[in-house]
Protein backbone atom coordinates (compact mmCIF):
# COMPACT_ATOMS: atom_id res chain seq x y z
CA UNK A 1 0.00 0.00 0.00
CA UNK A 2 0.97 3.46 -0.59
CA UNK A 3 -0.08 4.73 2.54
CA UNK A 4 -1.86 7.56 0.40
CA UNK A 5 -5.32 7.86 2.02
CA UNK A 6 -8.64 9.41 0.69
CA UNK A 7 -12.29 10.15 1.63
CA UNK A 8 -14.93 9.69 1.28
CA UNK A 9 -14.57 6.42 -1.38
CA UNK A 10 -17.77 7.10 -3.01
CA UNK A 11 -20.38 10.16 -3.05
CA UNK A 12 -23.58 10.73 -5.08
CA UNK A 13 -23.78 14.39 -5.95
CA UNK A 14 -26.85 16.54 -7.50
CA UNK A 15 -26.26 19.15 -9.91
CA UNK A 16 -25.28 22.53 -8.81
CA UNK A 17 -24.14 20.98 -5.41
CA UNK A 18 -20.64 21.46 -3.97
CA UNK A 19 -18.25 18.62 -2.62
CA UNK A 20 -14.93 18.87 -0.62
CA UNK A 21 -12.75 15.65 -1.34
CA UNK A 22 -10.09 14.75 1.22
CA UNK A 23 -6.56 13.31 0.78
CA UNK A 24 -3.88 12.52 3.44
CA UNK A 25 -0.15 12.12 1.61
CA UNK A 26 2.69 9.32 2.43
CA UNK A 27 4.52 10.50 5.13
CA UNK A 28 7.33 12.77 4.35
CA UNK A 29 5.34 13.63 1.12
CA UNK A 30 5.01 17.45 1.14
CA UNK A 31 3.38 17.27 -2.21
CA UNK A 32 0.25 16.48 -3.28
CA UNK A 33 -1.53 16.38 -6.71
CA UNK A 34 -4.87 15.92 -7.81
CA UNK A 35 -6.34 13.91 -10.93
CA UNK A 36 -9.77 13.32 -12.69
CA UNK A 37 -9.86 10.45 -14.20
CA UNK A 38 -13.48 9.93 -16.34
CA UNK A 39 -14.27 6.30 -17.45
CA UNK A 40 -12.00 4.94 -20.16
CA UNK A 41 -9.69 7.82 -19.63
CA UNK A 42 -5.96 8.34 -18.03
CA UNK A 43 -5.85 10.70 -15.38
CA UNK A 44 -6.16 14.80 -16.01
CA UNK A 45 -4.12 16.85 -13.91
CA UNK A 46 -6.27 19.34 -11.91
CA UNK A 47 -3.61 21.15 -9.81
CA UNK A 48 -0.81 20.30 -7.57
CA UNK A 49 0.04 21.71 -3.87
CA UNK A 50 3.45 22.18 -2.41
CA UNK A 51 3.89 23.23 1.14
CA UNK A 52 -0.04 25.06 1.01
CA UNK A 53 0.77 27.12 -1.90
CA UNK A 54 -0.86 26.02 -5.30
CA UNK A 55 2.46 24.72 -7.72
CA UNK A 56 0.51 24.18 -10.80
CA UNK A 57 -2.72 23.81 -12.25
CA UNK A 58 -4.57 21.66 -15.53
CA UNK A 59 -7.08 22.90 -17.63
CA UNK A 60 -10.15 23.07 -15.64
CA UNK A 61 -12.15 25.99 -14.45
CA UNK A 62 -11.97 28.25 -11.08
CA UNK A 63 -14.37 26.57 -9.45
CA UNK A 64 -12.44 23.17 -9.01
CA UNK A 65 -10.14 24.60 -5.93
CA UNK A 66 -8.12 23.64 -3.27
CA UNK A 67 -6.32 23.24 0.02
CA UNK A 68 -3.05 21.96 1.60
CA UNK A 69 -2.57 21.96 5.24
CA UNK A 70 0.44 22.17 7.65
CA UNK A 71 0.48 18.49 7.67
CA UNK A 72 0.52 18.11 3.99
CA UNK A 73 -3.10 16.60 3.98
CA UNK A 74 -4.85 18.35 0.94
CA UNK A 75 -8.70 18.98 0.19
CA UNK A 76 -10.21 19.37 -3.32
CA UNK A 77 -13.37 21.84 -3.56
CA UNK A 78 -15.50 21.42 -6.89
CA UNK A 79 -18.47 24.33 -6.65
CA UNK A 80 -21.59 24.27 -8.77
CA UNK A 81 -21.41 20.18 -9.93
CA UNK A 82 -22.15 19.59 -13.57
CA UNK A 83 -22.58 16.18 -14.69
CA UNK A 84 -19.42 15.99 -16.29
CA UNK A 85 -17.92 16.19 -12.75
CA UNK A 86 -18.77 12.60 -12.77
CA UNK A 87 -15.39 10.40 -12.08
CA UNK A 88 -12.54 9.17 -9.79
CA UNK A 89 -10.65 11.45 -8.20
CA UNK A 90 -7.34 10.84 -7.29
CA UNK A 91 -4.67 12.45 -5.41
CA UNK A 92 -1.12 11.62 -5.94
CA UNK A 93 1.65 12.08 -3.20
CA UNK A 94 5.25 13.19 -3.81
CA UNK A 95 8.43 14.52 -2.55
CA UNK A 96 10.90 16.34 -4.70
CA UNK A 97 13.80 14.97 -2.65
CA UNK A 98 12.95 11.71 -3.94
CA UNK A 99 12.54 12.13 -7.34
CA UNK A 100 9.54 12.33 -9.02
CA UNK A 101 7.26 8.95 -8.82
CA UNK A 102 4.15 9.89 -7.19
CA UNK A 103 1.76 7.45 -5.87
CA UNK A 104 -1.86 7.57 -6.01
CA UNK A 105 -4.67 6.88 -3.05
CA UNK A 106 -7.60 4.86 -3.72
CA UNK A 107 -9.83 7.75 -5.21
CA UNK A 108 -12.86 8.83 -4.91
CA UNK A 109 -15.54 8.14 -7.07
CA UNK A 110 -18.05 11.04 -7.27
CA UNK A 111 -21.59 10.55 -9.29
CA UNK A 112 -23.13 13.78 -10.26
CA UNK A 113 -26.98 13.19 -10.66
CA UNK B 1 -2.13 16.26 -30.66
CA UNK B 2 -2.33 15.04 -27.29
CA UNK B 3 0.53 15.62 -25.09
CA UNK B 4 0.46 11.63 -24.42
CA UNK B 5 -0.65 8.73 -26.68
CA UNK B 6 -0.88 5.03 -26.17
CA UNK B 7 -2.66 2.54 -28.50
CA UNK B 8 -5.49 1.66 -26.54
CA UNK B 9 -6.03 -1.51 -27.72
CA UNK B 10 -7.28 -4.32 -26.31
CA UNK B 11 -4.04 -6.80 -26.21
CA UNK B 12 -5.29 -10.07 -25.47
CA UNK B 13 -2.56 -12.76 -25.52
CA UNK B 14 -2.46 -16.32 -24.11
CA UNK B 15 -0.06 -16.90 -21.12
CA UNK B 16 3.32 -16.99 -21.44
CA UNK B 17 3.03 -14.52 -24.09
CA UNK B 18 5.78 -11.23 -24.83
CA UNK B 19 4.27 -7.94 -25.25
CA UNK B 20 4.71 -4.72 -26.03
CA UNK B 21 3.05 -1.04 -25.65
CA UNK B 22 4.72 2.01 -26.93
CA UNK B 23 3.42 5.21 -25.68
CA UNK B 24 4.64 8.82 -27.23
CA UNK B 25 4.96 12.37 -26.04
CA UNK B 26 4.90 15.62 -27.86
CA UNK B 27 6.67 17.95 -25.51
CA UNK B 28 10.91 17.24 -25.93
CA UNK B 29 10.85 19.34 -22.95
CA UNK B 30 9.98 15.92 -20.66
CA UNK B 31 11.80 14.80 -17.78
CA UNK B 32 10.66 11.85 -16.54
CA UNK B 33 8.62 9.00 -17.61
CA UNK B 34 6.85 5.93 -15.98
CA UNK B 35 4.56 3.01 -16.63
CA UNK B 36 1.44 2.66 -14.16
CA UNK B 37 -0.46 -0.60 -13.95
CA UNK B 38 -3.96 -0.22 -12.99
CA UNK B 39 -6.89 -2.76 -12.36
CA UNK B 40 -10.40 -2.46 -12.98
CA UNK B 41 -12.30 0.28 -10.71
CA UNK B 42 -8.59 0.66 -8.87
CA UNK B 43 -5.88 3.81 -8.60
CA UNK B 44 -2.71 3.00 -10.35
CA UNK B 45 0.18 1.92 -9.47
CA UNK B 46 3.46 2.60 -10.19
CA UNK B 47 5.05 0.05 -11.83
CA UNK B 48 8.46 1.40 -12.88
CA UNK B 49 9.99 4.51 -13.87
CA UNK B 50 11.78 4.60 -17.09
CA UNK B 51 15.64 5.97 -17.39
CA UNK B 52 17.42 6.88 -20.36
CA UNK B 53 19.52 4.06 -20.38
CA UNK B 54 16.46 1.34 -20.19
CA UNK B 55 15.43 -1.01 -16.95
CA UNK B 56 14.36 -3.92 -16.52
CA UNK B 57 12.02 -5.25 -13.13
CA UNK B 58 12.13 -9.28 -13.49
CA UNK B 59 9.53 -9.90 -16.87
CA UNK B 60 9.27 -5.93 -16.95
CA UNK B 61 11.55 -3.98 -19.27
CA UNK B 62 10.93 -0.22 -20.03
CA UNK B 63 12.43 1.60 -22.80
CA UNK B 64 13.43 5.08 -23.51
CA UNK B 65 14.19 6.69 -26.65
CA UNK B 66 14.02 10.80 -26.02
CA UNK B 67 14.82 11.43 -29.82
CA UNK B 68 11.84 9.55 -31.36
CA UNK B 69 10.02 10.84 -28.22
CA UNK B 70 8.65 7.22 -27.03
CA UNK B 71 8.98 4.85 -24.24
CA UNK B 72 7.95 1.07 -24.18
CA UNK B 73 6.98 -1.27 -21.96
CA UNK B 74 7.98 -4.61 -22.51
CA UNK B 75 6.46 -8.17 -20.81
CA UNK B 76 7.87 -11.44 -20.71
CA UNK B 77 5.68 -14.69 -19.97
CA UNK B 78 2.64 -12.79 -19.73
CA UNK B 79 0.91 -14.42 -16.55
CA UNK B 80 -3.21 -13.90 -16.01
CA UNK B 81 -2.53 -11.71 -13.10
CA UNK B 82 -0.48 -9.05 -15.57
CA UNK B 83 -4.19 -8.17 -17.00
CA UNK B 84 -4.98 -4.98 -16.34
CA UNK B 85 -4.35 -1.66 -17.80
CA UNK B 86 -0.90 0.08 -18.42
CA UNK B 87 -0.75 3.83 -18.23
CA UNK B 88 2.27 5.46 -19.71
CA UNK B 89 3.13 9.04 -17.79
CA UNK B 90 5.38 11.74 -18.43
CA UNK B 91 6.24 14.75 -16.69
CA UNK B 92 8.10 18.53 -17.07
CA UNK B 93 10.31 19.85 -14.67
CA UNK B 94 7.12 20.55 -12.49
CA UNK B 95 5.48 17.76 -10.91
CA UNK B 96 2.58 17.48 -12.55
CA UNK B 97 2.08 14.06 -14.81
CA UNK B 98 0.35 13.76 -18.19
CA UNK B 99 -0.90 10.40 -18.70
CA UNK B 100 -2.19 8.61 -21.33
CA UNK B 101 -5.11 7.18 -22.05
CA UNK B 102 -4.32 3.41 -21.29
CA UNK B 103 -3.43 0.40 -23.14
CA UNK B 104 -5.79 -2.70 -21.79
CA UNK B 105 -3.97 -5.61 -21.54
CA UNK B 106 -5.82 -9.70 -20.81
CA UNK B 107 -4.13 -12.32 -20.90
CA UNK B 108 -5.78 -15.57 -21.44
CA UNK B 109 -5.25 -19.36 -20.10
Known amino acids: ETGVTQSPTHLIKTRGQQVTLRCSSQSGHNTVSWYQQALGQGPQFIFQYYREEENGRGNFPPRFSGLQFPNYSSELNVNALELDDSALYLC????????????FGPGTRLTVT | RKEVEQDPGPFNVPEGATVAFNCTYSNSASQSFFWYRQDCRKEPKLLMS???SGNEDGRFTAQLNRASQYISLLIRDSKLSDSATYLCAVNLASLDMRFGAGTRLTVKP
Open chain 1, 92 to 103: ASSSPGQGTEQY
Open chain 2, 50 to 52: VYS
